[in-house]
């Protein structure tokens, strides 16, 4: 091989290196525009097939809803004024479609649009003007190599990339998330920009293509 064309391999390669390093970044800052405040922590806006929906931790909630099924009053799965931009006070009512506490994983989503009109389209509007995320898709096991790389926003509005271990049910990272954190997303290998976990209050971190309903895995967009 002769040097011209080895100079011409390693030109590319940095150019390769390069590319995939500015995808990262503009990964990072398209997903930077889904993260929101719930209550006093985080959360993020999920692309769906249809409406978006809000993905948070459980412990974000003020209160869990009444565990009454189908006879809830849609009054009691209401949060009124708990979701809002990031460096704001939270403005924006939202309903709870799904909760568990055990995997502390909450969706949350358009409130009743007859008991809360007005609500319900400043919640639209409040979406429809930020950017969603796609969850990641692997299912079933855990993730090969156990070992990848991720990231998550700072309080400061920075991202820090840092190694993940991705198991059946859980999220391990190497960095410990400040408070105030929680709900965060923990987006999987950046230039791919989807969304593995929430950064929880522990050190395990919940996994969503685990911890998230059938019915609603359906309608979220895989990346």
Not at 97 to 102: H, I
Not at 133 to 159: D, M, S
Request: proline letters at 6%; a negative charge.
């Amino acid at each position: 091989m002769s040097e011209d064309t080895t100079f011409e391999l390693k030109s590319n390669n940095t150019l390769r290196l390069s590319a995939l390093g500015a995808v990262s970044q503009s990964s990072l800052e398209y997903a930077k525009q889904a993260v929101i405040r719930v209550g006093d922590g985080r959360g993020f806006i999920a692309q769906t097939v249809a409406n978006p929906v809000i993905i948070t931790c459980a412990h974000c909630l003020p209160h869990m809803p009444p565990a009454t099924g189908a006879i809830m009053m849609t009054e009691e799965k209401t949060y009124p004024r708990l979701v809002g931009g990031l460096s704001c006070e939270p403005t924006i009512t939202v309903e709870c479609l799904f909760v568990d506490p055990v995997a502390d994983v909450a969706v949350l989503g358009e409130p009743d649009g007859e008991a809360f009109f007005d609500e319900a389209e400043a919640y639209r509007a409040f979406v429809e003007k930020r950017e969603d995320l796609p969850i990641a898709a692997e299912q079933n096991a855990a993730l090969p190599g156990g070992n990848r790389k991720g990231a998550w926003l700072t309080l400061g509005g920075k991202w820090l990339q840092h190694s993940l271990e991705v198991d059946v049910q859980c999220v391990w990272t190497c960095e410990q998330p400040e408070g105030g954190m929680s709900g965060s997303p923990i987006i999987l290998d950046t230039f791919r920009g989807s969304v593995v976990g929430i950064v929880a209050s522990t050190a395990f971190h919940p996994r969503l293509v685990t911890a998230l309903p059938a019915w609603l895995l359906r309608q979220l967009v895989m990346g």
